[in-house]
């Protein structure tokens, strides 16, 4: 069964690392980029179009405001940005915004962040592959036309690439990340000189479209709702940029300095191409409706339920680069995989984050516990099935999920940043060096800054986004939250019910004697093995126990146990409902009443067999029975295990696996004992 298992891993995810090669998986800044910051940067993928998408609610007169837009989004991004630089500084431990939160707030603010961490993540992985697959289907139909199949292939993929540990997997997604980032600035830049300079009049595929207004010649509150939510979907350009603060410790050393660089390239990347697309969606005149099958009017008829709309930049490319042209190819691919990859920002923050809670006991333990690659395995398989559950109940449709999305975001910017600012008023109440205050002050006021802002953002995320699915990521929030408590307080229980007194108790003191019982069904070597050896424990007392199931089974049993003149004594229990384990665990419990202070050894002999299919040829009574023992208390239950021939032959077989190589793996020997090369050319 080993075998059957180990070999696959092994081809999936690599040879296992040691602990001490820890080091060796650090990332630099350019390689850093692209894994913490793949998820805003490739937001701009899909954040232009929530803007249009919201505005067309009031007609294509509204677009008009979209610029004033982008420039709150790129205000918010540089504070935030700005914001964040400070907690990486200050935190480079990993645990980002949620041990600012539990260090300055308290466990309850920590706990919130967590929670709306965890759920920010899963949401990452769901609307970036759906993205993905969407902007994928504007070239291929296959991909749309089976979105959740293969949005959960994509899962699948990213999955076993991050279980074979952060460094292969950043590698691999560092050319796409790079690629797309680059045909982005050439096509503004092109863009720009076509219709700057050439004066090329360019036109997007759905520039000839007219849009159906749900309402009409808004003004007032009305008009300033619209706006507030049209700003709140372009916020999804923000998602992501605390999961460099997170991933300090992934970073080299010096690793505050290189991890506050990478957040600040991040930011100054992600607003400019935020910025260029909406210029660029303007300038050809892109038409984005949320219901295009009715709302979406071509000479005079709606577009009809065959019409796929396709995402902002792929127009724009297709009205920069033409349709079909290399540029644009490379452009959809690019956008296409770097969406897909945006998910690797969530796949190590994550397991992370559920690596730092499970060491404060808020999850459990299996999550801090790194895998055979020195990857948080478990995190990430917990991540996967979370997201792909969530890509299943959304048929993978970026713009329902994506309503979901930015209120966890916001509600940790908030609670970090407020936790910053007690952060700073603590040092600054014992700090006297002039020079150091005044840089703690003007780190002060822009995280009180930042904490105003979010603050302001997240209230204006959920009187916008609340009916339009905001309430469930809420909801998932609360779940985290109640479980996560729930945990905490269960270890506490256990850490306290098992804590070693300081003196003198009942689990220290001997027992005044020893009942030994070894379960007997029938006499073969195993049973022999099982009466030996309790007879080398020198019980107070020893007896033999068997249940009389069968009658004729049960006579042949006594008349062999006489024949062989067996010196313990051979105690029959009756059971008329042919049970086996319900009279031990009654006799057993009778033994315990009589005597309390005595202890009870319940002695099982047992056959180990070698191979899985032989395990559902034999009765697992013996295992029932362990199992209900263990409720017992003063039983304690020892197995004798008897090896047959099947597993002295797979264990044959482990021991040839463990000791094979791949061939040239030994060709050198370990590097430890390879002799020093010499500098010395006469040498």
């Known amino acids: 069964m080993s075998k059957l298992t180990d070999v696959p891993k092994r081809i999936l995810i690599g040879r296992a690392l040691r602990s001490d090669r820890l080091g060796e998986t650090l990332l630099p800044k350019r390689i850093a980029l692209p894994v913490f910051a793949s998820d805003p940067l490739s937001s701009v993928a899909y954040a232009p179009g929530e803007v249009l998408l919201v505005l067309s609610i009031a007609g294509v007169t509204a677009y008009h405001y979209s610029p004033w837009i982008a420039v709150a989004v790129v205000v918010l991004m540089f504070t935030v940005v700005a914001s964040y630089r400070q907690n990486v500084h200050a935190y480079p431990s990993g645990g980002g915004d949620y041990e600012v939160a539990n260090t300055n707030l308290g466990p309850k603010a920590g706990l919130t962040v967590a929670s709306a961490l965890l759920v920010d993540y899963v949401l990452t992985v769901a609307v970036s592959i759906s993205s993905g697959i969407e902007n994928l289907g504007s070239a291929i139909p296959f991909v749309v036309e089976h979105k959740v199949l293969c949005a959960i292939g994509v899962i699948v993929l990213l999955t076993l690439m991050n279980l074979r540990g952060v460094k292969e997997s950043g590698s691999l997604f560092a050319i796409p990340t790079y690629v797309f980032v680059a045909g982005v600035f050439t096509m503004i830049a092109w863009g720009a000189f076509r219709g700057l300079v050439l004066d090329d009049t360019m036109r997007a595929p759905t520039a000839d479209y007219v849009i159906k207004p749900e309402h009409q010649g808004l003004a007032g509150f009305a008009l300033v709702f619209l706006l507030l939510r049209a700003f709140s979907s372009g916020c999804a350009?923000?998602?992501?940029?605390?999961?460099?603060?997170?991933?300090?410790?992934?970073?080299?050393?010096?690793?505050?300095?290189?991890?506050?660089?990478t957040l600040a390239l991040m930011g100054l990347l992600a607003v400019t191409m935020f910025c260029g697309i909406i210029a660029l969606a303007a300038a050809t005149d892109v038409r984005m409706a949320e219901n295009p099958a009715h709302d979406l009017i071509h000479n005079g008829v709606p577009l009809g339920a065959d019409y796929v709309q396709n995402p902002v930049i792929s127009q724009v490319a297709e009205a920069v680069f033409g349709k079909g042209s290399l540029l644009f190819l490379v452009l959809a691919a690019a956008t296409a995989l770097v969406l897909f990859l945006a998910a690797n920002t969530a796949y190590n923050g994550f397991p992370l984050l559920g690596s730092i809670l499970a060491q404060d006991r808020y999850l459990p333990r299996q999550l801090h516990t790194r895998g055979d690659r020195l990857a948080f395995s478990n995190g990430i398989v917990l991540l996967a099935g979370a997201a792909a559950l969530l890509v299943g109940i959304y048929g993978a449709d970026s713009t329902r999920l994506i309503q979901l999305y930015i209120v966890g975001v916001f509600v940790s910017f908030t609670l970090s940043q407020t936790g910053m600012v007690r952060h700073w008023n603590r040092h600054l109440a014992t700090e006297q060096d002039k020079a150091?205050?005044?840089?703690?002050?003007?780190?002060?006021?822009?995280?009180?800054?930042?904490?105003?802002?979010?603050?302001?953002?997240?209230?204006?995320?959920?009187?916008t986004k609340f009916t339009h699915g905001a309430w469930v990521a809420l909801l998932g929030m609360v779940i985290f939250y109640a479980t996560m408590t729930a945990i905490r307080k269960h270890y506490d229980r256990v850490a306290e019910e098992i804590a070693a007194p300081e003196g003198p108790s009942d689990d220290s003191v001997r027992p005044s004697r020893v009942h030994s019982v070894v379960l007997i069904s029938k006499i073969h070597r195993p049973a022999l093995r099982a009466l030996a050896y309790a007879k080398l424990m020198r019980s107070d007392s020893l007896e033999a126990l068997s249940v009389n199931v069968d009658p004729a089974e049960t006579k042949a049993l006594r008349d062999e146990w006489e024949r062989r003149g067996i010196d313990v004594p051979l105690?029959?229990?009756?059971?008329p409902y042919r049970e086996i384990t319900r009279p031990i665990i009654e006799y057993v419990k009778g033994l315990r009443k009589e005597s309390p202070r005595d202890a009870v050894s319940v002695i099982i002999p047992e056959y180990v067999v070698g191979h899985w299919y032989e395990h559902l040829l034999h009765n697992q009574s013996a295992l029932r029975l362990k199992g209900r023992l263990l409720f017992t208390p003063g039983i304690m239950v020892t197995s004798v295990p008897y090896q047959l021939q099947s597993s002295e032959a797979a264990k044959r077989r482990a021991r040839r696996q463990q000791e094979w190589n791949a061939p040239g793996s030994v060709r050198r020997g370990p590097a430890q004992d390879?002799?020093?090369?010499s500098s010395d050319p006469k040498a």
């Open 674 to 677: 390879r002799p020093r090369e």
């Open 237 to 261: 350009a923000l998602t992501g940029v605390e999961a460099i603060s997170n991933g300090v410790p992934a970073f080299r050393k010096p690793k505050s300095k290189n991890a506050a660089n």
């Open 571 to 575: 105690k029959v229990l009756d059971s």
């Open 436 to 463: 150091k205050r005044r840089h703690m002050v003007r780190s002060r006021a822009i995280n009180a800054f930042g904490a105003f802002f979010t603050g302001l953002v997240l209230v204006v995320v959920l009187v």
